[in-house]
C-alpha cells in the first residue's frame, strides 16, 4: 500500500514560510494534481515528498512510514521531471536500465523489466538510439519507462509536459492518465496548466502562496469553489465578478451599476444588506430575448474558436450608451454558429443556481444563487 499523508506539512526557508500548513491522505491508487500559478508552492511541496527539500515542520508519510528523515532512494518514489534529465551518451535503453544496475539487479531482471516498459510506452524499436536522436514526446516517454521500470510504490511528476507543443501535450497526458490506471500506482502531479490539472486529476490541490485553498475533485471544485481565487483559477475562460449588492431583506440581488441579476423567488436573507462579489461562468450565460435579459453586454471584441466563440464586453444599462458601462470585463461563451460582431449588445440571463457570492474582503465562498 502505498497511501501519502501530511499531517501539519510547512516549509520555510529563513523566515519567509512558503508552506503554511498542509494536512491531507492520498490514497492507494489515487492520481492527485497540485495546481497553482507560479511561485505558489506547489513544486516545494512535491520536493519535500520526494526528500529533495526539507520539511520545517510537521510529518510526511509513504505507505504508512514517516519519511521526514530518508534519503530519497530510500523513499520507494520515483519521479518524472520537466527537462527529462537523461543521459545523452547512453542510449534509451541504458537510460532506462541504469537505475536498476546501480540496484545491482540482475541482467535478466533488468532485461525483462525494460522490455516490459518499453512495449507499454511503444519504445521498442527505439532502444539503441540516443536522447538527441528522439523528439519531445519520446524522450518524455523515456523518462516515464525510467520511473516505471523501478516499480515504485509512488510516481511523483513535476509539470512533465511543460516543454511539448499543445498538440502533444493532449496525446501526452491522455497517455499518463491510461498508464496510470493500468499500473494502479499512486500518483502526485504537478502542473500550472489547469485544463491538464482537470483531465488528469481523481483529486486536485489547488495552491494559491503556499496555501491549499481546496482539495477535492475537479468536478467539485468547478462547482462549488471555496474562494474567489479557486473560482477564478479553475475553469477556462476564467470566471466573471462583478460587484454586487443583496437588499435588505435579502430578496434581492443587484449589481452596482443598477442591474438586476435576481428580483424573484430570492431568499439570502442572511446575507441581506451584504455588498458581494457574484462570480458567473461564461458558460453559464446564455442569449435570451430582451424581455427575460438580465444582462446586457456591449460586445468589444470576439474570439472565434471553431465549435465556440467567446464574446469579450461591458455590461450596459438596458437603454445604455456606451459612456455608461460598467468597468469590469464580461466574457461569454457562445456557439460557434451565433453571429455576433464588435459593437452587437447581447441580451443575455444567467443559468439557474449558476451565480457564486464571494466576499469581497477575503475571498471565501458565501453560497450559490
Same mark, same amino acid.
Do not use: W
Given at each position: 500500500?502505498?497511501?501519502?499523508?501530511?499531517?501539519?506539512?510547512?516549509?520555510?526557508?529563513?523566515?519567509?514560510?512558503?508552506?503554511?500548513?498542509?494536512?491531507?491522505?492520498?490514497?492507494?491508487?489515487?492520481?492527485?494534481?497540485?495546481?497553482?500559478?507560479?511561485?505558489?508552492?506547489?513544486?516545494?511541496?512535491?520536493?519535500?515528498?520526494?526528500?529533495?527539500?526539507?520539511?520545517?515542520?510537521?510529518?510526511?508519510?509513504?505507505?504508512?512510514?514517516?519519511?521526514?528523515?530518508?534519503?530519497?532512494?530510500?523513499?520507494?518514489?520515483?519521479?518524472?521531471?520537466?527537462?527529462?534529465?537523461?543521459?545523452?551518451?547512453?542510449?534509451?535503453?541504458?537510460?532506462?536500465?541504469?537505475?536498476?544496475?546501480?540496484?545491482?539487479?540482475?541482467?535478466?531482471?533488468?532485461?525483462?523489466?525494460?522490455?516490459?516498459?518499453?512495449?507499454?510506452?511503444?519504445?521498442?524499436?527505439?532502444?539503441?538510439?540516443?536522447?538527441?536522436?528522439?523528439?519531445?514526446?519520446?524522450?518524455?516517454?523515456?523518462?516515464?519507462?525510467?520511473?516505471?521500470?523501478?516499480?515504485?510504490?509512488?510516481?511523483?511528476?513535476?509539470?512533465?509536459?511543460?516543454?511539448?507543443?499543445?498538440?502533444?501535450?493532449?496525446?501526452?497526458?491522455?497517455?499518463?492518465?491510461?498508464?496510470?490506471?493500468?499500473?494502479?500506482?499512486?500518483?502526485?502531479?504537478?502542473?500550472?496548466?489547469?485544463?491538464?490539472?482537470?483531465?488528469?486529476?481523481?483529486?486536485?490541490?489547488?495552491?494559491?502562496?503556499?496555501?491549499?485553498?481546496?482539495?477535492?475533485?475537479?468536478?467539485?471544485?468547478?462547482?462549488?469553489?471555496?474562494?474567489?481565487?479557486?473560482?477564478?483559477?479553475?475553469?477556462?475562460?476564467?470566471?466573471?465578478?462583478?460587484?454586487?449588492?443583496?437588499?435588505?431583506?435579502?430578496? !434581492? @440581488?443587484?449589481? &452596482?451599476? /443598477?442591474? =438586476? *441579476?435576481?428580483?424573484? $423567488?430570492?431568499?439570502?436573507?442572511?446575507? #441581506?444588506?451584504?455588498?458581494?462579489?457574484?462570480?458567473?461562468?461564461?458558460?453559464?450565460?446564455?442569449?435570451?430575448?430582451?424581455?427575460?435579459?438580465?444582462?446586457?453586454?456591449?460586445? !468589444? @471584441?470576439?474570439? &472565434?474558436? /471553431?465549435? =465556440? *466563440?467567446?464574446?469579450? $464586453?461591458?455590461?450596459?444599462?438596458?437603454? #445604455?450608451?456606451?459612456?455608461?458601462?460598467?468597468?469590469?470585463?464580461?466574457?461569454?461563451?457562445?456557439?460557434?454558429?451565433?453571429?455576433?460582431?464588435?459593437?452587437?449588445?447581447?441580451?443575455?440571463?444567467?443559468?439557474?443556481?449558476?451565480?457564486? *457570492?464571494?466576499?469581497?474582503?477575503?475571498?471565501?465562498?458565501?453560497?450559490?444563487?
Amino acid at each position: 500500500m502505498a497511501e501519502i499523508g501530511f499531517a501539519g506539512v510547512k516549509k520555510s526557508y529563513g523566515d519567509t514560510r512558503v508552506i503554511h500548513g498542509i494536512d491531507m491522505q492520498i490514497a492507494d491508487g489515487e492520481f492527485v494534481v497540485i495546481v497553482g500559478p507560479s511561485g505558489c508552492g506547489k513544486s516545494t511541496l512535491l520536493r519535500m515528498v520526494a526528500g529533495l527539500e526539507t520539511i520545517t515542520e510537521g510529518e510526511i508519510s509513504i505507505g504508512g512510514r514517516v519519511v521526514n528523515g530518508l534519503e530519497p532512494k530510500d523513499r520507494d518514489i520515483a519521479m518524472v521531471f520537466q527537462n527529462y534529465a537523461l543521459y545523452p551518451h547512453m542510449s534509451v535503453y541504458e537510460n532506462m536500465a541504469y537505475g536498476l544496475k546501480i540496484a545491482k539487479m540482475s541482467k535478466a531482471e533488468i532485461e525483462q523489466r525494460v522490455q516490459a516498459a518499453a512495449g507499454m510506452l511503444e519504445l521498442g524499436h527505439l532502444l539503441q538510439r540516443k536522447p538527441r536522436q528522439l523528439s519531445g514526446g519520446q524522450r518524455q516517454r523515456v523518462a516515464m519507462g525510467r520511473a516505471i521500470v523501478r516499480d515504485p510504490s509512488t510516481f511523483l511528476f513535476d509539470e512533465p509536459l511543460s516543454n511539448l507543443d499543445a498538440k502533444l501535450r493532449v496525446q501526452m497526458r491522455l497517455e499518463i492518465k491510461q498508464l496510470q490506471r493500468r499500473l494502479g500506482t499512486t500518483s502526485l502531479y504537478v502542473t500550472h496548466d489547469q485544463v491538464e490539472a482537470m483531465t488528469l486529476a481523481d483529486r486536485l490541490i489547488v495552491m494559491n502562496a503556499g496555501v491549499a485553498e481546496q482539495i477535492d475533485t475537479p468536478m467539485a471544485i468547478y462547482e462549488r469553489p471555496a474562494s474567489q481565487f479557486v473560482a477564478g483559477f479553475i475553469g477556462s475562460p476564467a470566471m466573471n465578478f462583478l460587484p454586487a449588492e443583496i437588499s435588505g431583506d435579502g430578496r !434581492r @440581488l443587484s449589481l &452596482t451599476h /443598477g442591474l =438586476d *441579476l435576481r428580483s424573484q $423567488g430570492l431568499d439570502l436573507g442572511n446575507l #441581506g444588506g451584504r455588498t458581494v462579489r457574484v462570480g458567473v461562468r461564461p458558460e453559464h450565460l446564455r442569449l435570451v430575448d430582451t424581455a427575460e435579459a438580465e444582462l446586457h453586454l456591449l460586445v !468589444r @471584441l470576439v474570439e &472565434t474558436l /471553431g465549435a =465556440d *466563440l467567446l464574446a469579450h $464586453g461591458h455590461l450596459v444599462p438596458a437603454e #445604455g450608451a456606451p459612456s455608461e458601462a460598467a468597468e469590469e470585463i464580461v466574457t461569454v461563451r457562445l456557439p460557434g454558429v451565433a453571429r455576433v460582431r464588435e459593437g452587437d449588445t447581447l441580451t443575455l440571463r444567467a443559468a439557474e443556481d449558476s451565480l457564486h *457570492l464571494f466576499d469581497p474582503e477575503t475571498g471565501k465562498r458565501l453560497a450559490d444563487v
